[in-house]
């Protein structure tokens, strides 16, 4: 019976899905495990088999799965009153939302504004920097400053803003007025120390500002750490270095703070309490509802909103805006789970494991075909080499990962693949007891692959 459920739905997929990032060559044959159930930290999939969800679905599963608060929640906010059209009517929920996050982000980053989700969120970001210079009256103030690497969504424009390269062909992807820096990554550093590093990524900043023109210059839209791009954490002080030169020039900071906000870094937002920043405006999703329904939004900087409100809204309408804007039963779930965060002292909690995580992972740097592992908070990767000393991972580095990938799923841990990396960012909840079975299982998966790659143990390769 499971059996035929099981076949069914991947006919189906097979059949009908048009799945993101899918390889057109494989349309309608390849396959993808079905998952049945979740508790916890873990899914089920076909047959009763229980994986830990390393990448907490993707990157969103803050607080786990069956969590019964939020589910009562949403049935409630369903029953009571599903859909309010955001343009007429107010609702309690996003009301409360709003109060509630404008609470926990830094600053004066008090005024909110809900979207669907991610991409969503940075593209009305990016809209608001347009709107924010026209009625300035500075309408050549335009360009959008980005890195490689860094991933910002799929509408036309935050795919334009994305770094991500490889996602770029056979798109039309409109950069006219988009220029990227390069990628904070430290593997790129070559024989410089960190700290000439970040002195050439600072000036680079300040070489493409004067070239062209601060004044027409919107914004800076950077993630904290840039997470699909490959979970890259930028050498120390690099926000606030770029931070200081936005404000020299009056361009917006716009913390794309998708990944690394509600609790994933150990704090509610990363870009004050980690990274020593306040940005113009945070963009969050994902874990704001744990990923049990969609919902984004962006915090935008009351000192930024009053230059152009008020007595300085010139007649200006911000005519941005979604049918689920201020959705209340996705509002209803954020609240939930913030709530429940906040009882279970999940972020805390997160905060906690954070240095036991990072050590976990990096005791996996003994074992060869690990070039390196990095963490943040429960952000945190292990990049998979046959030669470590190259700065990226080619081809066959990209194949030797996918296999332990593999592996470590037919052990019971799912891993998110990105290239040379694996990547893991459990839910919030996780123990040292649950890391220390994550970490098993990938030990074990590196090593058999490795050793069916003919690579030594690191010792033997050292007398
Ligand atoms: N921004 C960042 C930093 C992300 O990582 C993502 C998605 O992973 C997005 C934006 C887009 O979010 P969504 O997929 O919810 O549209």
Known sequence: ?????????????????????????????????????????????????????????????????????????????????????????????????????????????????????????????????????????????????????????????????????????????????????????????GNRSAE????????????????????????????????????????????????????RHDILYISDEVVTGFGRCGEWFASEKVFGIVPDIITFAKGVTSGYVPLGGLAISEKVLARISGENAKGSWFTNGYTYSNQPVACAAALANIELMERDGIVDHAREMADYFAAALASLTDLPGVAETRAVGLVGCVQCMLDPTRPDGNDDDKAFTRKIDERCFELGLIVRPLGDLCVISPPLIITRAQIDDMIAIMRQAISEVGAAHGLQMKEQVDV
């Open 196 to 247: 000439q590093f970040l002195d050439d990524l600072v000036k680079e900043f300040e070489d493409q500002i004067e070239a062209l023109g601060a004044d027409t210059i919107a914004a800076f839209l950077a993630e904290p750490i840039l997470a699909s791009g490959g979970v890259i954490i930028p050498p120390k002080g690099y926000h606030a270095r770029f931070k200081a030169i936005c404000e």
């Open 1 to 189: 019976m499971a059996e035929n459920r099981t076949g069914d739905v991947e006919a189906a997929v097979r059949e009908h899905i048009l799945l993101p990032a899918q390889e057109m060559a494989k349309l309608g044959k390849a396959t993808q495990p079905v998952l049945t159930h979740a508790e916890g930290i873990y899914v089920f999939a076909e047959g009763g088999r229980r994986l830990i969800d390393g990448p907490a679905g993707m990157w969103c599963a803050q607080v786990g799965y069956g969590r019964k608060e939020i589910v009562d929640a949403i049935a409630h906010q369903a029953m009571v009153l599903p859909y309010a059209s955001p343009w007429y009517m107010a609702t309690s929920p996003a009301a409360k939302l709003a109060r509630k996050i404008a609470s926990l982000t830094p600053g004066d980053l008090n005024r909110i504004f809900f979207t669907t989700g991610g991409s969503t969120a940075v593209d009305s970001a990016l809209r608001f920097s347009e709107f924010f210079n026209n009625v300035l009256g500075r309408p050549q103030k335009k360009r959008i400053i980005v890195r490689y690497d860094g991933y910002h969504g799929s509408t036309a424009l935050t795919a334009a803003c994305t770094g991500r390269t490889g996602n770029w062909p056979n798109f039309d992807i409109h950069q006219d007025r988009i220029s990227f820096l390069s990628s904070p990554n430290l593997r790129h550093a």
